[in-house]
């Protein structure tokens, strides 16, 4: 609880500066409402708000299995041979390096701008790829190496030495991966979203959109809160996964 | 009865690594039950020739001979454990991959850490465990297998003097205990260890590898109690000190 305490008091303390200041300066609302009105606009759009939230947090975890079966897969394939890991990992890299926005009209050409859902979820999974890829083949490698020449010793067989060693000491590396993972599967889905426009999805990013075009600030910022919120519940809940798993290992 | 060919043995190995002096050629004959304590300055290769005994490397040149088909056990200069498992799972490990069912490899693997004296810390983890603790979990490790061949590299170079001398004598105790007393190899830098706990010492050159002088240890195995004060145990530290003397590559510069 004590813990909790100090940021909640700074939250308090950042909101009450910020509405006197627009009550005093007398802000216009649709430049910057203060946080009673968007207080208001979360109650009243909190049906609306809540479903656009289950939208884009679906599209969000679709995205990230997606990506762990794709990444964990692939550094699966390519941790045993180290030609495999040469070739693909550049490859990794340039999917990596390339701003999400810049590849998702192509991505709605392919899925047809009807299946908006589905480029989001496509775009989403390839910016959640590179960390779950990356911690799968760092983490496999990751055993030490005298374990690796034992299990050599007493003849272990590929499964017996992926399962019995370079899994387990894989785990924490696949965690941290998918804690990054989850977080940009969040900002892709958001991203991918905007992009793929004019309510083909009802996801958050919609919603902003939305309430941006008609100047309902207030109901703008009201979205924020609401993805603010997915994103630091999932990080809470992948954070507990990963500390669960490291205590279980360690 | 029979002669007894060796346990182990290296015929003419030598082995090259790129940007290094080749190592070797190298004779070394290890007979059964016997123990020999390798020591060489850093970089003679003595690490290097143990891993060419447990087969986990193959020689440049010549032949490793290994006896009968038997098993080899090895212990690293750390204890080299699963983090992730208890002292018992570690330890039935060898047995596992060799696909000894589960229950009957725990049982052998209980037996084994109740004779390195940890038989109620079964369900510990490596970090619960000191370091003599964790050196012992390894030395159960190498020995669940039964082997014929037991390959030692500096195992207890890390820990302090009481607890390494305890395991030394522990070590001697577990060999003797055998019916069929496997063949030791044990690296290190330490003469009077070598002295101590092997039958003979071999030194390796620190420019070539090769075996420099090959001096047997007086005395029987296990030590009896207070050998330590023995004339002919200082006597056997100070040649074997001497012949690793000489076996520096460079003189006077130290």
Request: hydrophobic share 55%.
């Given at each position: 609880?004590?813990?909790?305490?100090?940021?909640?008091?700074?939250?308090?303390?950042?909101?009450?500066?910020?509405?006197?200041?627009?009550?005093?300066?007398?802000?216009?609302?649709?430049?910057?409402?203060?946080?009673?009105?968007?207080?208001?606009?979360?109650?009243?759009?909190?049906?609306?708000?809540?479903?656009?939230?289950?939208?884009?947090?679906?599209?969000?975890?679709?995205?990230?299995a997606?990506?762990?079966?794709?990444?964990?897969?692939l550094?699966?394939?390519?941790?045993?041979?180290?030609?495999?890991?040469?070739?693909?990992?550049?490859?990794?890299?340039?999917?990596q390096?390339?701003?999400?926005?810049?590849i998702?009209?192509?991505?709605?050409?392919?899925?047809?701008?009807?299946?908006?859902?589905?480029?989001?979820?496509?775009?989403?999974?390839?910016?959640?790829?590179?960390?779950?890829?990356?911690?799968?083949?760092?983490?496999?490698?990751?055993?030490?190496p005298?374990?690796?020449?034992?299990?050599?010793?007493?003849?272990?067989?590929?499964?017996?030495?992926?399962?019995?060693?370079?899994?387990?000491?894989?785990?924490?590396?696949?965690?941290?991966?998918?804690?990054?993972?989850?977080?940009?599967?969040?900002?892709?889905?958001?991203?991918?979203?905007?992009?793929?426009g004019?309510?083909?999805?009802?996801?958050?990013?919609?919603?902003?959109?939305?309430?941006?075009?008609?100047?309902?600030?207030?109901?703008?910022?009201?979205?924020?809160?609401?993805?603010?919120?997915?994103?630091?519940?999932?990080?809470?809940?992948?954070?507990?996964?990963?500390?669960?798993?490291?205590?279980?290992?360690? | 009865?029979?002669?007894?060919?060796?346990?182990?043995?290296?015929?003419?190995?030598?082995?090259?690594?790129?940007?290094?002096?080749?190592?070797?050629?190298?004779?070394?004959?290890?007979?059964?039950?016997?123990?020999?304590?390798?020591?060489?300055?850093?970089?003679?290769?003595?690490?290097?020739?143990?891993?060419?005994?447990?087969?986990?490397?193959?020689?440049?040149?010549?032949?490793?001979?290994?006896?009968?088909?038997?098993?080899?056990?090895?212990?690293?200069?750390?204890?080299?454990?699963?983090?992730?498992?208890?002292?018992?799972?570690?330890?039935?490990?060898?047995?596992?991959?060799?696909?000894?069912?589960?229950?009957?490899?725990?049982?052998?693997?209980?037996?084994?850490?109740?004779?390195?004296?940890?038989?109620?810390?079964?369900?510990?983890?490596?970090?619960?465990?000191?370091?003599?603790?964790?050196?012992?979990?390894?030395?159960?490790?190498?020995?669940?297998?039964?082997?014929?061949?037991?390959?030692?590299?500096?195992?207890?170079?890390?820990?302090?003097?009481?607890?390494?001398?305890?395991?030394?004598?522990?070590?001697?105790?577990?060999?003797?205990g055998?019916d069929?007393?496997?063949?030791?190899?044990?690296?290190?830098?330490?003469?009077?260890?070598?002295?101590?706990?092997?039958?003979?010492?071999?030194?390796?050159?620190?420019?070539?590898?090769?075996?420099?002088?090959?001096?047997?240890?007086?005395?029987?195995?296990?030590?009896?109690?207070?050998?330590?004060?023995?004339a002919?145990y200082?006597?056997?530290?100070?040649?074997?000190?001497?012949?690793?003397?000489?076996?520096?590559?460079?003189?006077?510069?130290?």
């Amino acid at each position: 609880m004590t813990r909790l305490l100090p940021p909640l008091l700074l939250t308090l303390i950042l909101l009450a500066g910020w509405e006197i200041a627009c009550r005093v300066l007398q802000v216009p609302p649709y430049f910057l409402p203060p946080p009673s009105a968007v207080a208001r606009a979360l109650i009243d759009r909190a049906p609306i708000l809540a479903a656009s939230a289950a939208t884009t947090f679906g599209m969000a975890m679709q995205a990230l299995a997606l990506a762990a079966v794709l990444g964990g897969g692939l550094a699966l394939a390519v941790s045993l041979s180290r030609n495999a890991e040469r070739a693909v990992r550049p490859l990794a890299v340039a999917l990596q390096v390339t701003p999400v926005v810049a590849i998702a009209p192509l991505v709605l050409i392919w899925t047809g701008l009807d299946q908006a859902d589905r480029a989001v979820v496509i775009l989403a999974a390839a910016v959640a790829f590179f960390p779950l890829f990356s911690g799968v083949l760092t983490g496999l490698k990751s055993a030490d190496p005298d374990l690796e020449r034992l299990f050599d010793l007493y003849g272990a067989t590929p499964l017996q030495r992926l399962i019995r060693l370079r899994l387990p000491a894989a785990l924490p590396f696949i965690l941290e991966g998918l804690r990054v993972a989850a977080g940009l599967s969040v900002i892709g889905a958001v991203v991918a979203e905007f992009v793929s426009g004019s309510g083909a999805t009802q996801g958050l990013a919609w919603r902003l959109l939305e309430a941006g075009n008609r100047l309902r600030t207030a109901d703008m910022l009201a979205a924020l809160v609401w993805l603010m919120a997915m994103g630091l519940i999932l990080n809470a809940l992948v954070g507990a996964l990963e500390r669960r798993a490291r205590r279980a290992l360690a | 009865m029979a002669e007894a060919g060796p346990a182990a043995a290296l015929r003419g190995a030598t082995i090259d690594y790129p940007g290094r002096p080749p190592i070797g050629p190298v004779h070394l004959t290890v007979s059964p039950g016997e123990i020999v304590a390798l020591v060489g300055p850093s970089g003679a290769g003595k690490s290097t020739l143990l891993r060419l005994l447990a087969g986990l490397e193959a020689p440049s040149g010549g032949t490793v001979f290994r006896g009968v088909e038997g098993h080899t056990g090895f212990v690293f200069q750390s204890a080299t454990l699963m983090p992730w498992a208890d002292a018992l799972a570690n330890v039935a490990l060898p047995l596992e991959l060799s696909g000894i069912p589960r229950p009957d490899a725990r049982a052998r693997a209980a037996e084994a850490l109740q004779a390195v004296g940890l038989g109620d810390r079964l369900t510990a983890r490596p970090r619960q465990l000191s370091g003599g603790m964790a050196m012992r979990v390894a030395l159960a490790r190498a020995l669940v297998t039964r082997p014929d061949v037991l390959l030692l590299d500096e195992p207890f170079a890390a820990l302090d003097t009481v607890t390494r001398r305890r395991l030394i004598d522990d070590l001697h105790r577990l060999w003797a205990g055998r019916d069929a007393r496997p063949a030791v190899v044990f690296v290190t830098h330490d003469v009077e260890e070598a002295v101590y706990l092997a039958g003979r010492a071999v030194v390796l050159d620190g420019a070539t590898g090769r075996v420099a002088a090959d001096l047997p240890s007086p005395g029987v195995l296990p030590r009896p109690e207070g050998w330590r004060a023995d004339a002919g145990y200082r006597a056997a530290v100070e040649a074997l000190a001497g012949a690793l003397a000489s076996a520096m590559p460079s003189r006077g510069a130290t």
